[in-house]
């Protein structure tokens, strides 16, 4: 099992729609969550941390289970600059850190 | 500011061949990881240093792969000999850790290797 599993989509929808990615997680220990975004053919970006009591910046919305080990990812009113893949990250370690990425989630926002 | 650079950006060799990547961190960051991305297995933890030391190297696929950071603002990794299945994005990162926290990774733009 992989220790981090997104959908890979893509995930098709038109401006203006909220979408929602979903993120499992193996390692009960973990952390730290984290939601980066990277653009077809850039390198990845942080888009947000992700906490346990949930955390919003303007339309973007972040989630943490612990009890499901689940990180969700909401987008509310969809930008054509939204389009990209979302990348859920993960870091079980305290000390010198390591991230471990899923594969992504990605994104197409259409007019 | 400066992020962190990388050279070269597009590497075409031929098997059998040696690779150098070369990585500048962020100035005054204090850990620097190596990435390769790849459609099949995404984003994978090759190595990281932390102070120029290498911390966990478990994640470099074989011993043809070899990093080094002789001071704190230079990085290589080193394939040798390539192979066609080496053929990857690899993206240098750095940030500024301290022992109980957690601080943004900056990603390079990465060197797309292709080896023939």
Not at chain 1, 81 to 90: E, F, G, N, P, R
Not at chain 2, 2 to 17: L, N, Y
């Amino acid at each position: 099992r992989k220790e981090v599993e997104q959908d890979p989509g893509p995930f098709n929808v038109p401006e203006g729609a909220t979408v929602a990615f979903n993120c499992t997680y193996s390692n009960s220990a973990s952390q730290s969550f984290f939601w980066y975004r990277q653009d077809c053919r850039k390198e990845p970006k942080l888009l947000m941390s992700v906490y346990s009591s949930g955390n919003e910046d303007g339309r973007f919305t972040a989630q943490l289970n612990r009890a499901s080990q689940y990180i969700s990812l909401l987008i509310r009113d969809s930008k054509l600059s939204d389009s990209a893949t979302y990348l859920c990250v993960v870091n079980g370690n305290t000390g010198f850190q390591k991230l471990v990425f899923g594969t992504g989630t990605r994104l197409l926002v259409s007019p | 500011d400066a992020g962190v650079i990388q050279s070269p950006r597009h590497e075409v060799t031929e098997m059998g061949q040696e690779v150098t990547l070369r990585c500048k961190p962020i100035s005054g960051h204090n850990s620097l990881f190596w990435y390769r991305q790849t459609m099949m297995r995404g984003l994978e933890l090759l190595i990281y240093f932390n102070n120029n030391v290498p911390i966990d190297d478990s994640g470099m696929p074989e011993d043809r792969f070899s990093a080094k950071m002789p001071n704190a603002s230079f990085s290589t990794l080193k394939i040798q000999p390539s192979e066609p299945r080496d053929s990857a994005v690899y993206f240098c990162a750095s940030s500024l850790q301290g022992q109980f926290s957690y601080n943004e990774q900056f990603f390079g733009p990465g060197t797309r290797l292709t080896v023939l």
